[in-house]
């Protein structure tokens, strides 16, 4: 005799136990919830900065934020200035700019930020891949970073005075020869456009304010010296630079030190 067909049974709560209710759907900022927070704005950089047209050192800190792709705020402080100058002071005790704050952190001097930066951001590929590159490229780095005194003082930086024909003395004309004769091996070396090849580094800042010098003063060059100036004016972070620096007043003061 088959069996008869079996009844469903209808699931019953174990005791001590209340049947769960449904799921349904909450809105944000339904009664009773707490909304959301808004999410914690970026920490804010900001780089501190002199004269766009006369400061070469801040030129390269600039450079060095553009290309590691930070993005920051400047703090623009005239050096001609007293009062400004005595807050400088204050702020960095050897009247060093530019200067970065990032992140709770305070870095100033060139080679500084640009190791802080290589830190940050390893693929923004201020430092070159191969270890044998990048020793070459901190050490060219740190030739521009202490050495060439005789161009500095013979060449300032003006970025809108031109002087064709200008007469360079016997002992910046050295400092010219050897900043050449390091182009020439790297782009040599490494095939360009840069310094370290088809990007630029942190040697192409530390460089770049020698590139103005030499249109400014109209130094002779070779074609491809003359060519890595060509690609290094033609940067967009330099041709912001340029174009900011033509914005300032015609003079300012000059300070007893090479900024």
Not at 190 to 205: E, V
């Amino acid at each position: 005799m088959p069996s008869a067909p079996a009844t469903p049974k209808t699931a019953t709560a174990a005791p001590g136990r209340k049947k769960a209710p449904a799921k349904a759907a909450i809105k944000a900022g339904t009664k009773g919830l707490a909304s959301p927070e808004p999410a914690a704005p970026a920490p804010e950089a900001v780089l501190t900065l002199s004269s766009k047209n006369y400061s070469s050192w801040s030129l390269r800190g600039y450079l060095l934020c553009r290309l590691a792709g930070l993005a920051f705020t400047e703090a623009r402080v005239s050096a001609d200035d007293p009062a400004i100058r005595a807050e400088l002071l204050l702020q960095s005790s050897s009247f060093l700019v530019p200067r970065l704050d990032h992140e709770g952190l305070r870095i100033w001097d060139t080679l500084a930020i640009a190791e802080y930066l290589h830190e940050w951001k390893p693929e923004a590929g201020l430092l070159p891949r191969d270890r044998a590159a990048r020793a070459h490229c901190r050490s060219i780095s740190g030739e521009m970073h202490s050495g060439f005194a005789n161009l500095r003082s013979a060449l300032p930086m003006n970025i809108k005075a031109h002087h064709p024909g200008f007469k360079v003395w016997a002992g910046a004309q050295g400092d010219i020869l050897r900043i050449v004769a390091i182009w020439t091996e790297c782009l040599s070396t490494y095939g360009g456009p840069y310094l370290f090849g088809s990007a630029p580094t942190m040697a192409d800042a530390m460089y770049a304010p020698v590139c103005l010098r030499f249109t400014t003063y109209d130094v002779p060059l070779d074609p491809q010296s003359r060519a890595y100036c060509a690609t290094m004016l033609a940067l967009p972070a330099m041709q912001d630079w340029m174009a900011a620096a033509r914005e300032e007043p015609e003079e300012m003061e000059e300070l007893d030190v090479e900024f």
